[in-house]
């Protein structure tokens, strides 16, 4: 495994997915992503060290290294022994000419695809939202897709991608330069919009939300989105869900987000009138993303 590891290492510094004096991902991170342990990472580093390609820093972990290419007979003369003996193996398997010509077409279109599992993540200002849109988008790209605050995507210079909603793109180019920044739109869902839009002015929302700062900004979305100028009721339940009681009867509408379901979910037995919330990346905005994250 650990020379599989090199060999994937040296090829990726080699394509430019890790580039000159930038650090490599922590020898345990990296062992959790591939499923081998941190020493045989650390192992496998440390051959890379030996050939020149990575430096290693205190502090910083292993730093790709800016070294002069091998001239061309070199190149050559090293490539011929590599092919001369993959060739001898294929034969002595008795794949014929035209199977080892299809296997070398095979790789090499698979080799432009190769990576390790990349940092998928979702920044936004509320957390609690943040974890709807990336499960919105993991469902989407099938990967697994991580909700950080915005206030500290600094700590995530290690990320790949980077989605968040369009006015705060900027700040997200700017704070993570090396990830791919992409700005999404988002909308609650159509269903829910339109229980809500027909509610009257003198009707009353309940809404539920897992944490208190979630309330405010959810609160001012629903009503941009769809116009309810009714009063809304609101609480969160990290404070326990005693004082939700006092105001669920009064309500016309009971709306949840999924994080508060569980502990919420006792006290809407008796209330007939209650959904989720469902907030969607819009259909546009999760076709870039589809169309820009390698498979």
Known sequence: ??????????????????????????????????????????????????????????????????????????????????????????????????????????????????????????????????????????????????????????????ADFIFTPFEHLHDMVEAVPRADAMGFVAHFAAELLERVARLRTEETISLITRRAPTIQPLTELLRAQAGFNGQILAGAVDGGTEHLTSFLDQSDLVLYTPASRRRVKPLLDDEPVHTPIHMLVSSDSLKAIRDAVPL
């Open 1 to 158: 495994m650990r020379e599989q590891l090199i060999e994937q290492l040296r090829y990726l510094i080699a394509s430019g997915h890790f580039q000159v004096n930038e650090t490599l991902p922590s020898t345990r991170k990296l062992g959790e992503q591939v499923g081998i342990s941190f020493h045989t990472v650390r192992k496998a580093y440390q051959a890379l060290q030996d050939e020149g390609l990575v430096d290693s820093k205190a502090g910083r972990g292993y730093i790709v290294r800016d070294r002069a290419p091998l001239d061309k007979s070199e190149r050559m003369e090293r490539g011929a022994e590599v092919v001369h003996d993959t060739l001898q193996m294929l034969i002595g398997l008795g794949l014929d000419d035209a199977e080892i010509e299809y296997l070398f077409h095979e790789q090499s279109n698979l080799l432009e695809h190769a990576q390790l599992d990349r940092k998928l993540l979702v920044a936004h200002p509320v957390p609690e939202l943040g974890e709807l849109f990336a499960d919105d988008i993991g469902r989407a790209l099938q990967r697994s897709v991580k909700a950080v605050p915005l206030k500290r995507i600094r700590n995530h210079q290690d």
